[in-house]
């Protein structure tokens, strides 16, 4: 059964510049923000790393992963930065080629990496592991008047 819920919106947004780690300034930011459903609404930029799981990949075999080095734009991020963020990402090289994945770190910022973020004000994120995938999927609960869940 899926679950639903509406929010209000609150935006941050943030500027990264050459060999930032995008990732890890992103849960940087959650942390520091004290965000609880907190989910990519856009990101530009550039990237010379990123570390990918492939599509093929289960949660008891998880080899399908990648390594790039060289220059990528970013094309598209997309995902919630709950404690386990569950990003994907799809990079174009300099021919205009694609490739993407759920990322695992290692996002190296080549020139800028501009991102908006959007938290859900009402909403809390968190992850289970689902017998049925075998991975931590998201849940989504309301929070109280006092904040917490």
Known sequence: MASSAGSSLQVHALRLGPGRELLGSLQ?????????????????GSVT????????????NTNEVIQLNGRFEIVSLVGTLNPDAHLHICLADGEGRTV??????GLEV??????????????????????????PELVVQPRDRSGSC
């Open 110 to 135: 080549f020139t800028t990496a501009e991102v908006v973020v959007g938290e859900a004000a009402g909403l809390q994120f968190t992850r289970e592991t689902d017998d049925r995938t075998g991975f």
């Open 28 to 44: 940087a930011l959650v942390e520091e923000r004290r965000l609880r459903a907190p989910f990519i609404i856009t990101c530009v």
């Open 49 to 60: 790393k990123a570390t990918l799981r492939l599509a093929n990949a289960t949660a008891t």
């Open 100 to 105: 993407g994945g759920h990322v695992l770190g």
